[in-house]
């Protein structure tokens, strides 16, 4: 079933968690909702489970106004980040308590709960331990007794906050390929909140960045990557580079002294430039020879694919990380000339101004950089 | 390079222990244990051994004996379940709501605690003999509560509340939000959550309260007395009789009364702990 989020807006004691959030969730999609600690992820995924009520908006289930349907009518089964499991019901009660609880007309007797709890203990991989209590599971397996719990109800919306959040690396990985699977065989409709950035972009159809109560951009997760819509999500999402310049006369400064990248047609002020790590080429030759930014490389580390580089960067102190393919190996305290190849430019206003365009790169262009191209 | 240990083979039961100390505590606790609640009602029981079988069975089974043993038992079983439920409701309402007076109404629940038991014990009577303010309006209702077992259940519900309010209340802090949100998620109204998730949770932590509740209202004294009338067979307590054989200087048969309260209270604490062992491990508790 599709989901629709319009113009919430969720308060808390007067300080608000959301503002006006907007957002349209196909039936039978995988979203991912990813943002800093405190942006209003859980709040947002509450308020769709009906746990929480908004101050304004409305949330829409198909056609129908959620606002109308108390928790237990909604349907949407939510894993908990601590999974919240029955703790004196032995797994295959937990995950047969949604049928065991509907009212008498609607129970399917105990033989065909018993019999759908079975087969969603297997789904998820945990057969064998129908038995056994929640205290004498482990982590991962806790975790998707609480996934077999929520789908047991026919979810119309599966939510899930920080599903694998307490796992370690390895188990997270194997969890995380195998919810993918389970996705694809179930086809719920489902919206999972993660601080891993990694999770959301492996796993997910479409990312939400959120931020301080606002939806900062969503799209598919290369979208999201390639053509950040904000130099917040160019920060958060994936590893960058940031350095603070001032523009002068379309010429753009670095502590003062001009780098080689053109800035035409921007009004003067300051600016953050921003561009990834490996998104760079470099000169080993003195700086007079090639006007590129100057850096002294501080450390320099191998990491199997490449090499990365720290730098000290200007007289402002500055420094930055950049990757290099593995047969570039500057020494350290050599100084190089290094310059972006793909960069973006964000101003305190908002606006932004990317290069090479990404209207050139991709057909999904924000309106911001529209915006930025326009000026 | 790393050397392992071979554990050194121990007691059985001190395995499971991690924290230090535990022979010096252990030791503690049984000497302890011995020296406060061992050796007196030891005594007890050496003295009514004294008696022989066939001298102490006659007296446990005299008449009024045993109807002063069902009152006290009796009486302290029905308050102390009275006290389960309006304790858990009472516990329950000072744990999930906010109102103005809700510290007021926590210490409150202390007072019993606190008040000399023949204080409570004279208010009660007061408060509900026949002219009191309670007594006389039900006496109107043709209900009779002072001076019957009545009298002594509201004694002993008075003096067994804060057992337990105050077992039950710490666990129910605890209970998680999101286990009662997940039930509401899965559609479970709020009286089958409370039926089927909460109170299985609190059952141990009831038990206890049920326990404790029962042991003090068995060898309440001093509230029941002034209520209770003390009517031979009908209103008077196994700890009053035995009291008044002393007077008598029959020490044999009050020798002999202690001893039986003594093996009923052991044998109920026991069964009690039983369930609760049962219920803690089945619901999994550590
Ligand atoms: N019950 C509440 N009462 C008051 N403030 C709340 C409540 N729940 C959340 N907030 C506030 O709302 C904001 C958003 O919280 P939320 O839990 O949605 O963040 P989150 O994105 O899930 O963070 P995290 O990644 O740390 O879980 C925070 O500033 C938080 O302090
Ligand atoms: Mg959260």
Same mark, same amino acid.
């Given at each position: ?110 033989? !065909? ?8 203990? !297997? ?66 409709? +489902? ?35 390639? +053509? ?12 960058? *580079? ?41 000169? !080993?030759?003195?700086?007079? +020879? ?41 020494? *350290? ?7 972006? +190849? ?34 | ?81 009275? &006290? ?46 026949? &002219? ?12 009779? $509560? ?97 009291? $008044?054989?002393?007077?008598?200087? &029959? ?21 009690? &702990? ?13």
């Amino acid at each position: 079933m599709d989901l629709r989020i319009k113009n919430v807006r969720k308060d808390f004691d007067l300080t608000p968690a959301l503002h006006d959030v907007s957002l349209d969730i196909a039936s039978g999609e995988l979203v991912a909702l990813v943002g800093p600690s405190g942006s209003g992820k859980t709040t947002l995924l509450r308020l769709i489970a009906g746990l929480e009520q908004p101050n304004a908006g409305t949330v829409y289930f198909g056609q129908d106004d959620a606002s109308r349907l108390s928790v237990q009518d909604r349907q949407v089964g939510f894993v908990f980040q601590h999974y919240a499991l029955f703790k004196h019901m032995t797994v295959l009660q937990n995950v047969g308590f949604g049928l065991t609880v509907r009212p008498r007309g609607k129970r399917p007797t105990a033989r !065909e709960i018993n019999e759908r709890a079975r087969s969603l203990i !297997e789904l998820v991989q945990l057969a064998g331990f129908e038995d056994r209590y929640p205290s004498q599971l482990s982590g991962g397996q806790r975790q998707r007794v609480a996934l077999a719990r929520a789908m047991a109800i026919e979810p119309k919306v599966l939510l899930l906050d920080e599903p694998f959040g307490a796992l370690d690396a390895q188990v997270r990985k194997d969890l995380r390929r195998w919810l993918r699977e389970l996705h694809d065989v179930t086809g719920h409709t +489902t919206v999972f909140v993660t601080h891993d950035q990694e999770e959301a972009m492996e796993l997910a159809d479409r990312v939400v960045v959120m931020s301080r109560g606002r939806i900062e951009q969503v799209g598919a997760p290369d979208a999201i990557y390639d +053509t950040p819509a904000s130099a917040f999500v160019h920060r958060f999402i994936g590893e960058s *580079v940031e350095l603070p310049v001032y523009i002068e006369g379309g010429m753009i400064r670095l502590d003062g002294i001009a780098i080689p990248l053109s800035a035409a047609d921007e009004p003067d002020g300051p600016a953050a430039l921003v561009f990834r790590p490996y998104d760079v080429a470099i000169d !080993e030759v003195d700086r007079a +020879t090639y006007p590129g930014i100057a850096a002294t490389v501080v450390a320099s580390r191998w990491h199997g694919r490449g090499r990365r580089l720290e730098l000290a960067v200007g007289a402002g102190g500055h420094s930055m990380e950049i990757d290099l393919p593995p047969d570039v190996a500057p020494p *350290v305290d050599s100084t190089l000339s290094v310059w972006p +190849t793909r960069w973006t430019l964000y101003r305190p206003s908002g606006a932004s101004l990317s290069h090479p365009t990404p209207a050139a790169a991709a057909s999904m262009v924000s309106p911001i950089q529209q915006m930025a191209v326009a000026q | 390079m790393a050397t392992t240990h071979a554990a050194p083979a121990g007691w059985w039961f001190r395995r499971p222990s991690i924290i230090p100390g535990f022979g010096l505590t252990f030791g503690f606790a049984v000497t302890y244990l011995a020296l406060i609640v061992l050796i007196p009602l030891s005594g007890l029981v050496i003295r009514s051994a004294d008696l022989g079988l066939a001298e102490f069975w006659r007296l446990a089974s005299d008449p009024r004996t045993i109807a002063a043993l069902r009152v006290s038992f009796g009486t302290a079983f029905v308050a102390a379940a009275i &006290n389960v439920v309006f304790g858990v409701v009472v516990a329950w309402v000072l744990v999930r709501y906010r109102f103005p007076g809700r510290r007021l109404v926590d210490a409150l629940v202390d007072l019993p605690f606190a008040l000399p038991t023949a204080v409570a014990g004279i208010a009660l009577a007061s408060l509900y003999a026949p &002219n009191g303010w309670i007594g006389a309006p039900a006496a109107a209702l043709g209900l009779k $509560i002072a001076f019957t077992p009545l009298g002594i259940v509201i004694a002993l519900v008075f003096v067994g509340l804060p057992f337990v309010v105050r077992t039950v209340q710490p666990v129910m802090e605890e209970i998680d939000r999101e286990v009662e949100e997940a039930a509401a998620t899965l559609g479970a109204s709020r009286l089958a959550t409370l039926a089927r998730v909460l109170l299985p949770g609190l059952a141990p932590a009831i038990l206890t309260g049920f326990a404790l509740a029962l042991a003090r209202g068995v060898g309440e004294y001093g509230s029941v007395i002034f209520i209770a009338g003390n009517i031979p067979y009908v209103s008077e307590i196994a700890p009053l009789l035995v009291v $008044i054989r002393l007077e008598e200087f &029959n020490t044999a048969a009050a020798t002999a009364i202690g001893a039986m309260m003594l093996a009923i209270a052991f044998a109920l604490l026991f069964l009690i &702990n039983l369930l609760q062992a049962w219920s803690r491990r089945r619901y999994g508790h550590g």
